[in-house]
């Protein structure tokens, strides 16, 4: 038995985009140990072969990799017509293409009228650096699901997974492009929930807690990548676990909500791993 428990997903077909990063190459992973074939898009195909490559030599064939951008339609819609030819229809999106960028991302927390010159402030955040996040991660989402949720309709245990965060529920500071993006994916969750309810596709969200990745181990630590910087203490001392997670720990949760044993009547939720961040008001 896969060490993800009983889920059985022999036969579907899982689309993850994002597939070269850390988290989506995890879930990604799981999904083949139990039986999934599983599409990996990514931007970067080698990113993306890569991790195909791992997870073909325990399950051999169940993994592809195709260059894709979730921000051109046309690309997404050449990839669809590989992966059928492949592996047949989506039975399963994970859309998990999504990021930051430092053009969208204030040097203070707080306004001061004696801010310094260089500091980069609200008012100078730079719009093609919030307009890339915000495609990013909203279009990025909504694109996929156009090409690929067109021929999941009637398909058995259909469903679509959306990656949301702690942002959406509580803006952090410094990354206002990147809090109301994510903050957009949540509420499109449960648009998509209501609108596809009538034709069998689920549609939920996972919101992350914090977890060092390489977009922001410079934001949690200092540059020895071990001392814990001013923000990295303030989002542990506001995590009742006092730790950050792990890629493999919110596995389970979306192997729940992919699950249509497990989570049949489950549609339109957003479901925070987080070490209790989210529960804790701080005091």
């Known amino acids: 038995m896969s060490k993800f428990g ?22 990604s992973e799981a999904f083949a140990q139990l039986g999934a074939n599983v599409a990996l898009l990514d931007l970067n195909r080698e990113a993306a072969q ?10 051999p064939n ?15 819609k050449a990839v669809n017509e590989q992966i059928k030819a492949d592996f047949g229809p989506c039975d399963i999106l994970i859309n998990g293409a999504g990021g930051n960028n430092p053009k969208a991302t ?20 730079e719009e093609t650096g919030i307009e890339f996040v915000f495609n990013l991660n909203f279009l990025g989402t909504l694109l996929p699901t156009q090409v690929f949720a067109k021929e999941m309709i009637g398909r058995p245990g259909a469903n679509i997974i959306n990656i949301s965060s702690m942002n959406a529920l509580t803006p952090l500071t410094k990354i206002p492009a990147y809090s109301g993006a994510k903050a957009a994916i949540s509420n499109l969750t449960q648009w998509l ?34 001392t814990l910087s001013p923000r ?3 989002i542990i001392n506001n995590t009742p676990m006092g730790r950050f997670g792990k890629a493999e720990e919110l596995v ?23 070490g209790g961040f989210s529960a804790y008001s701080g005091v």
């Open 50 to 59: 890569s991790v195909a490559d791992k997870i073909n030599q325990n399950n």
């Open 6 to 27: 009983k889920h059985d997903f022999t036969g579907k077909t899982v689309v993850l985009t994002g597939a070269g990063g850390v988290l989506v190459s995890t879930f």
């Open 106 to 125: 204030t040097d203070n927390e707080f306004h001061s009228e004696d801010l310094d010159k260089e500091v980069k402030s609200f008012f100078n955040l």
């Open 252 to 274: 389970g949760g979306i192997l729940f909500l992919a699950d249509e044993t497990a989570a049949s009547f489950v549609n339109g939720v957003i479901i925070a791993i987080d």
């Open 232 to 234: 990295g203490e303030k």
């Open 62 to 76: 169940q993994a592809k990799a195709y260059e894709c951008n979730v921000l051109e339609k046309e690309s997404l």
């Open 193 to 226: 929930a209501v609108h596809f309810s009538k034709v069998g596709i689920r549609c939920n969200a996972i919101a992350p807690g914090f977890l060092v990745s390489k977009q922001n181990i410079d934001l949690l630590f200092e540059a020895d990548h071990e």
